[in-house]
């Protein structure tokens, strides 16, 4: 169980262009997914928390209007990177919780979605 | 603050070698847990364990063993009689704040080779 899928695993796109990664979890409802970003040989760093129904938490220093984060169902939210330039180019990783997101949950992750502008 | 310090950049074994990966965290919290992922070439984060702050007994699973001691705020991970297909970055991370974000360490690369 707890199972979490995203889609694409890989992208390439042209500068300027919007990429769309979904994240879905396949058999559990999730009421919190996260949202990572992952640059070559480092550590994960945390985006964003995504709650279903609302509006997302940024980190600081994350844009909100770069990385449009959107969570319409129990199961499923989605990171759009918008206006994407090679500086977004990154692996980016959702995890979701079995309930509640609180701190006693464990997380399960999603495979990663590599992004490359070109 | 929180933090996270896994100050083992890079290991490298032989197999059948028995290995321990370091992790000391801070944290102001007196509830907390602490994690161990592991995340092979193909990128994805796997669950290895979950450790409540008040529960210090140690565990092992298999060939895999973690030492929780509070008094020196580490979480260490051993991997005995390791294997080729242990390789991978080996992550320690602490859970906190409201919304159940976790705050992870650099991670350890570990390389067994044959």
């Known amino acids: 169980g707890a199972v979490v899928s995203q889609h694409p695993s890989r992208v390439i796109c042209k500068s300027g262009t919007s990429v769309k990664i979904e994240c879905r979890s396949l058999?559990?409802?999730?009421?919190?997914m996260f949202w990572y970003r992952q640059f070559p040989k480092q550590s994960l760093m945390l985006m964003a928390t995504?709650?279903?129904?609302?509006?997302?938490?940024?980190e600081q220093g994350v844009e909100k209007d770069k990385f449009l984060i959107n969570h319409a169902s129990l199961t499923l939210s989605t990171l759009t990177v918008t206006s994407a330039h090679p500086e977004d180019s990154s692996f980016y990783i959702c995890?979701?919780?079995?309930?509640?997101?609180?701190?006693?949950?464990?997380?399960?992750f999603g495979p990663g979605t590599r992004l490359t502008v070109l | 603050a929180q933090k996270v310090t896994q100050a083992q950049t890079e290991i490298s074994v032989v197999e059948k070698e028995d290995v321990t990966l370091d992790c000391v965290y801070e944290?102001?919290?007196?509830?907390?847990?602490l994690f161990w992922y592991k995340q092979p070439p193909s990128g994805e984060l796997v669950f290895l364990i979950r450790r409540n702050s008040f529960d210090e007994q140690n565990e092992i699973s298999g060939r895999y063993s973690w030492n929780f001691q509070k008094s020196t705020s580490s979480f260490n991970f051993t991997i005995t009689a390791s294997q080729v297909v242990d390789s991978a970055v080996y992550f320690c991370a602490l859970g906190g704040g409201s919304q159940g974000n976790l705050i992870f360490g650099k991670g350890t690369k570990l390389s067994v080779k044959p």
């Open positions: 995890s979701a919780t079995l309930s509640g997101g609180i701190s006693t949950d464990t997380q399960y």
């Open positions: 944290t102001r919290d007196t509830t907390y847990y």
């Open positions: 995504s709650n279903e129904g609302s509006k997302a938490t940024y």
């Open positions: 058999d559990f409802q999730a009421t919190t």
